[in-house]
């Protein structure tokens, strides 16, 4: 059984606008939530998480939300940038059990 | 800056062979991980480790094992391979400290012939 879902395999932004990605969990019991980047031939990089005590984390371009109660989450990347272009991956935690999603792969068009 | 280092970037086996695949991080992490990656599975957890000599099993644990006998070092053993383990295998660190990310290596890719 999935723990969490990213529904959409791919998505395609112009350079430049808003790129929301997003990601869905089934277990309230999580409390730790993340997003991974990933190009191709590496492994996954780290790019933002947040607890389950706050609804937004903001790095720079990158923010993250969270909605509890719809057991929703979603990253939002402004402005998006060609570079952007990668598969992510949001995963959800308990402790120090990690599950992820199957990521997105978007493009940022120049 | 955390290092998780996986000793090769490609691999091609045959079938029936034993493969070992090794991955050390440098930042002196309780626990390590190991994923394969699959198109349209995403990350899907093999086995895991807590400290030096400790396993416990993930989602897909059959047909692999593993070894921890230092802190920095986790291996995996695919004690038969065979043609369905084919896949791009992951190794990842973390802290034991709650609400800590995990790192991961490069990635191993691997074939079965």
């Known amino acids: 059984d999935q723990q969490v879902k990213q529904n959409s395999p791919s998505l395609s932004v112009q350079e430049g606008r808003i790129s929301i990605l997003n990601c869905d969990y089934t277990?309230?019991?999580?409390?730790?939530f993340l997003w991974y980047k990933k190009y191709p031939a590496e492994g996954p990089t780290f790019l933002i998480s947040?607890?389950?005590?706050?609804d937004k984390n903001e790095d720079g371009r990158f923010t993250v939300f969270l909605n509890k109660s719809a057991k929703h989450l979603s990253l939002h990347i402004v402005p998006s940038q060609p570079g952007d272009s990668a598969v992510y991956f949001c995963?959800?935690?308990?402790?120090?059990?990690?599950?992820f999603g199957t990521g997105t792969s978007l493009t940022v068009i120049p | 800056d955390v290092k998780v280092t996986q000793s090769s970037r490609y691999l091609v086996k045959r079938t029936g062979e034993k493969v070992f695949l090794e991955c050390v991080q440098d930042?002196?992490?309780?626990?390590m991980f190991w994923y394969r990656q699959d198109p349209g599975l995403g990350l899907r957890l093999i086995y895991f480790?807590?400290?030096?000599?400790?396993?416990e099993k993930g989602d897909i644990p059959e047909g692999y094992s593993v070894s921890r006998e230092k802190k920095e070092r986790f291996s995996l053993i695919l004690e038969s391979a065979s043609t369905n383990q084919t896949s791009m295998y992951l190794c990842?660190?973390?802290?034991?400290?709650?609400?800590?990310?995990?790192?991961f290596g490069d990635g191993t890719r691997l074939s079965i012939l």
């Open positions: 990842a660190s973390s802290s034991l400290r709650v609400y800590q990310p995990q790192h």
């Open positions: 277990n309230s019991m999580f409390d730790y």
């Open positions: 947040i607890s389950s005590i706050k």
């Open positions: 995963a959800v935690a308990a402790g120090n059990q990690f599950y």
């Open positions: 930042m002196d992490h309780e626990n």
């Open positions: 480790s807590y400290d030096v000599k400790m396993k």
